[in-house]
């Protein structure tokens, strides 16, 4: 079974800082997505950035960027110039291929990210 | 589109009542599933379906009932409700190809 493992509970940083969230996972599959997940406290569930684990090049998108290192295990998001509306919990979470397709999704427990004005 | 919607939004039940929580989408995907959050612990898998007519249970389907009649709708039935059962309660769909998944806005179940 997979498992997905976010040791950070709570972060808080400046606006305008850089923060990084870090998650580790466990799985004997070879193909799989990795996903960030943002939860505001609107409750919705806002995809922020997904990476294929067979692409060596890490994912970025706008002031979103992931550290994903295969051998290891890891998938760090990286926040750059942090926002207000940044404020959320965030999920990451894991999904292996089936041959139909990634149906099921595995999460971490979150970590509450609070930007401090 | 209207995307996944779930209703209600917000629910308290007795122990030991029943009701079913509703999920439809309009975007034709065949694959759906039903994901509580508790405090603490993330979101985890209730059931899911790969298609109108075929369902499996996740990591926690006991107490839940679930049926795909149609591509859009996958209703969440809860026989007897439990305290255990206070969640928020998300559905998702997806389909072969797409690598995401879209997700409701989910229902706060309240069991008393």
């Known amino acids: 079974a997979q498992t997905v493992t976010q040791s950070q509970p709570e972060m808080s940083v400046q606006e305008a800082e850089t923060v990084t969230l870090s998650c580790t996972y466990d799985?004997?599959?070879?193909?799989?997505?990795l996903f960030w997940y943002k939860q505001p406290p609107s409750r919705q569930m806002i995809l922020v950035i997904r990476q294929e684990a067979y692409k060596q090049q890490n994912a970025t998108e706008n002031r979103f960027s992931v550290n994903f290192q295969k051998a290891a295990k890891s998938f760090s998001l990286k926040i750059s110039d942090s926002q207000l509306g940044d404020t959320a919990m965030y999920f990451c979470?894991?999904?292996?291929?089936?041959?139909?397709?990634?149906?099921?999704?595995?999460f971490g427990t979150g970590t509450r990210l609070t930007i401090i004005p | 589109n209207a995307g996944v919607t779930q209703t209600p939004k917000f629910q308290v039940l007795k122990t030991g009542q029943s009701m079913t929580l509703q999920c439809a989408q309009d975007?034709?995907?065949?694959?759906m599933s039903w994901y509580r959050q508790d405090p603490g612990m993330g979101l985890r898998l209730i059931h899911y379906s790969v298609g109108a007519g075929i369902t499996d249970q996740g990591e926690v389907p006991n107490g839940y009932n679930v049926s795909r009649s149609t591509t859009e709708d996958f209703p969440l039935r809860l026989l007897s409700a439990a305290p255990s059962q206070t969640s928020v309660y998300f559905c998702?769909?997806?389909?072969?190809?797409?690598?995401?998944?879209?997700f409701g806005p989910g229902t706060r179940l309240t069991v008393t």
């Open positions: 799985t004997s599959e070879n193909n799989y997505y």
């Open positions: 979470a894991f999904t292996h291929f089936t041959n139909f397709g990634n149906e099921k999704l595995t």
């Open positions: 998702a769909s997806s389909t072969q190809g797409l690598d995401r998944q879209y």
């Open positions: 975007m034709n995907h065949e694959y």
